[in-house]
């Protein structure tokens, strides 16, 4: 359809409860459809993007979007999106685009479709009646992830080790190989078929390999997941498929710590996890790894190896 059609009239708007922390988007049309959600653990520019990526996915035909998010409008029209691309995904100063994960989804459909889309910025909080209500909608959605982030005691911790965010006396750690062979893979699922989706809460810091796959099988089998991370989104720069499988557990956690390790030392930051855990579970699955298995049973827990 060109752009000489008629246009939907659409507006996006992101909202975030402390930034990071439960966030909500949303999109309104002029003609009365809309849609929301939103994320236990995000950031209000994570939300601003998602936004406009669930409008895209909901509606077809010529889009007129209005955002009161620069970051937004500035990417499509002044075409922020093409260095990513020609460099990689990576930023003038040569580093991971944030939120890509969302960002290439995104940029892939307005590739697809840029005949018939059109970006506006729009000032917010300004009185503009369609921009209150996707506002009103979007933080609406994060109000519903408020009571469950509490519930699950999200903590980010600038510096230190914190508490545990969850009962350790039922916490079950799995960790191990990136690379799991078909015989791992087959141990692993069948140690997660031996825990108790009413008793159980597994602990993972969603690497990829073990931690991810036992993390999306638990899921599956009504277990509990809570997610350690080494540094805050350590998925950037991953294969968009292992974004996707990532971003879809850490959305189902019961409950999230984001470390304060640093990036551009990601072995020194998995150590700081590694400890943090070992002295917060009651038990590990470790595969592939005797001596982290060994280290885990010097901290007092109880340990399946699965070599």
Not at 20 to 39: E, K, L
Not at 242 to 268: C, H, Q, T
Request: glycine share 8%; with cysteine.
């Amino acid at each position: 359809m060109a752009k000489d059609e008629p246009a939907t009239e659409v507006y996006t708007d992101g909202a975030c409860k402390g930034n990071p922390g439960p966030g909500g988007w949303a999109w309104v049309t002029t003609d009365g459809r809309f849609g929301n959600g939103g994320a236990h653990h995000t950031t209000n520019q994570r939300m601003e993007v998602e936004a406009v990526l669930e409008a895209l996915r909901a509606l077809t035909g010529h889009l007129h979007i209005h955002s009161d998010s620069t970051y937004v409008v500035n990417c499509f029209n002044d075409k922020w999106y093409e260095g990513w691309i020609r460099r990689g995904w990576k930023n003038s100063q040569k580093r991971p685009v944030a939120n890509r994960d969302l960002w290439e989804p995104l940029v892939d459909l307005y590739l697809e479709r840029r005949s018939e889309i059109d970006f506006t910025w729009v000032k917010g909080h300004a009185g503009d009646p369609m921009n209150e209500q996707a506002d009103l909608l979007a933080v609406e959605a994060a109000e519903r992830f408020v009571d469950s982030a509490a519930k699950a005691a999200t903590a980010t911790v600038a510096a230190g080790l914190p508490d545990a965010a969850w009962p350790s006396d039922r916490s079950i750690w799995v960790v191990g190989v990136t690379a799991p062979d078909k015989d791992q893979s087959a141990a692993i699922e069948r140690a997660i078929d031996r825990l108790d989706p009413g008793a159980d809460l597994l602990v993972s810091g969603l690497r990829r390999g073990t931690e991810l796959e036992a993390a999306e099988l638990a899921l599956k089998r009504g277990v509990d997941v809570a997610v350690v991370l080494p540094f805050d989104n350590p998925a950037d720069g991953w294969p968009p498929s292992d974004r996707e499988r990532f971003e879809k557990v850490r959305r189902s956690a019961v409950g999230l710590v984001a470390l304060a390790g640093s990036r551009s030392e990601p072995a020194k930051a998995v150590d700081q996890r590694n400890k943090w855990v070992c002295e917060t579970v009651v038990g590990a699955i470790v595969v592939g790894d005797p001596g982290l298995a060994d280290r885990v049973e010097a901290a007092g827990a109880s340990v399946i190896r699965i070599p």
